[in-house]
């Protein structure tokens, strides 16, 4: 699961980030994402561009925000988004509640990347049309926890290695290897507790 992220970087980071000339947003850095926040996305070809965070379904009272890295190839919801509409997420680091023993209140952690500032979790897109309107609406997915995260979540989003991002949004590797990337994250994690 991946409820909230952060992404601690201005326009110009994400821009060299992706190795990119020009975007047509404006983005200053978030400390807390939540569902529904406008986000900046890299497509690939359509460059970094600006969508809601959260999928929108005749079927459900919120926006989808995660779907499962197993399974996302054959759910009809994800299915078709996920063949030719992926996309990366920029992080700077993401959220979890740890249950602890004896207490009622969960403690809030950020997780992050010991040797990156920024990763791109793994991502897919959609398109809707309200009232003539076109609107874009982008979904996380999620992979099991590694190692290091198992004692607080059982989940966590796919984080791409660098290497790996062109790979994901292309799809040159056909569904075998684009399933062999939504692994759970081989990188050590770093762990401060929230206030």
């Keep these: 699961m991946c409820g909230r992220y952060s992404l601690e970087a201005d326009i110009f980071a994400l821009l060299e980030f992706y190795r990119l000339q020009e975007a047509q947003l404006e983005f200053h850095g978030q ?3 939540f569902p529904t926040n406008p986000v900046p996305v890299f497509t690939g070809t359509g460059g970094l ?3 809601d965070w959260g999928f929108l379904t005749s079927f ?3 926006p989808l925000i995660n779907a ?12 078709r988004a996920f063949q030719v509409s ?3 997420l920029p992080a700077s680091s993401f959220f979890e509640w740890r249950s602890e023993e ?3 209140k969960k403690t809030k952690l950020e997780i992050s990347l010991v040797d990156r500032n920024l990763f791109s979790m793994a991502g897919i897109y959609m398109t809707t049309q309200t009232n003539g ?3 874009f609406h982008c979904c996380i997915i999620t992979t099991q926890a590694n190692e290091q995260m198992q004692s607080i979540h059982d989940r966590m989003p ?19 290897g684009l399933q062999r990337l939504l692994q759970p994250s081989e990188e050590e994690l770093r762990f401060r507790i929230c206030d």
């Design 86 to 88: 992926r996309c990366l």
């Design 133 to 135: 309107r076109e609107s």
């Design 31 to 33: 400390g807390e994402i």
């Design 49 to 51: 561009t600006s969508m």
């Design 102 to 104: 004896g207490k009622k």
């Design 158 to 176: 796919v984080i791409l290695p660098k290497s790996a991002e062109i790979e994901y949004l292309t799809g040159m590797s056909g569904l075998p």
């Design 60 to 62: 459900s009272k919120r």
């Design 68 to 79: 499962r890295g197993e399974t996302v190839h054959e759910k009809p919801t994800f299915r």
